[in-house]
């Protein structure tokens, strides 16, 4: 199934993103996490690539598991800085074997310890190059507040614009807390061409070391009404839990009213957090009881 087809159907799409083990010997714990998730009836599954690509094998097996076992599609994302054609060759032809159809393709954060590979700098080179050899339906990143190497909004835009016309039939923001922010950014997006959907992903923090480590990796700018709730819940763990799970609803919730076409949830393999927020915006999503 090509994801971007859901998009045409009207109604919200639900989505939640995994990340795969750092060793081999975890995957089995993985796996269960996506039985789990699959209770919730989400209409893809994401599964994220490692930095260097040296886990691409566990990406693989990941979506396979989504796509044969569960009956779920998956959106497999592939980075392309760190590595060269032949070795995302080989990735491409692995992913086309299990079956997935359906490609997240990204740039890759650059590493100071790692030199860049040369073949592919940018998200829509590894997109065109795809299109022209691959079967495969290709979604894109986009940045609300920006991407940290942007130096203006409208260089970020017309990169946008790009991986538009290298093909990628929709884009999935990077997580963020200012609801109205997404709203800005999607006017801004039109205005500059873009007509792709715009999914927006939503982050549930519901531990304090998650924060530091969210907002260094994502820069993403924390609203009062969040900081507050930080604050409150700094030394009650299952308070925040709680709040934090909360927030994640108040956002989907405003999301989806201001007429976003779908939630993505980015779980952290966390079945528990994902039911949750699932269980706050099952009926604006418009889907019955499990
Ligand atoms: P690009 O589109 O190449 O953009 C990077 C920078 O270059 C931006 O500043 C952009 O404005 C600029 N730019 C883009 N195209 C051009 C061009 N043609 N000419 C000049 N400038 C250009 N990382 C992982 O390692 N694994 C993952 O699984 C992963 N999943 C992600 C999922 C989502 C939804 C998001 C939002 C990010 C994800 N990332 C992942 C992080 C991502 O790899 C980084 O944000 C990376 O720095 C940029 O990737 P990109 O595809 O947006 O790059």
Do not use: W
Request: proline share 6%.
């Amino acid at each position: 199934m090509r994801i971007y087809s859901l998009f045409e159907t009207g109604r919200p799409v639900f989505s939640l993103e995994v990340f795969p083990p750092k060793k081999t010997v975890s995957l089995a714990r993985v796996k269960q996490t996506l039985r789990e998730l699959a209770v919730l009836r989400p209409d893809y599954v994401s599964v994220t690539y490692g930095a260097a690509g040296t886990a691409a094998g566990l990406t693989c097996e990941l979506a396979a598991c989504l796509k044969q076992e569960l009956g779920i599609e998956p959106l497999a994302h592939l980075t392309c800085i760190n590595s060269s054609r032949e070795q995302l060759d080989g990735v491409l032809a692995r992913m086309r074997e299990v079956g997935v159809e359906n490609i997240l393709a990204l740039r890759g954060d650059r590493s100071p310890d790692v030199a860049p590979q040369k073949d592919f700098l940018h998200a829509n080179e590894l997109m065109r190059y795809i299109q022209s050899r691959y079967d495969f339906s290709l979604a894109g990143a986009c940045y609300p507040e920006g991407h940290p190497d942007s130096p203006t909004v409208e260089a970020d835009l017309q990169a946008l614009l790009y991986k538009q016309q290298a093909g990628a039939k929709h884009l999935v923001t990077q997580l963020f807390f200012d609801t109205d922010g997404y709203f800005r950014f999607v006017d801004r997006a039109r205005a500059a061409g873009i007509t792709l959907p715009i999914q927006p992903g939503v982050m549930p923090i519901v531990k304090l070391g998650q924060i530091q480590r969210t907002v260094a990796l994502s820069a993403a700018s924390l609203p009062a009404a969040f900081s507050k709730m930080i604050a409150r819940y700094e030394q009650d763990p299952d308070g925040l839990y709680k709040a934090g799970i909360q927030y994640a609803v108040s956002q989907c919730l405003a999301l989806l009213a201001g007429g976003a076409p779908g939630i993505h949830i980015y779980t952290m393999n966390n079945p528990d957090v994902a039911k949750r927020v699932y269980e706050g915006i099952r009926d604006a999503l418009g889907r019955e009881e499990n």
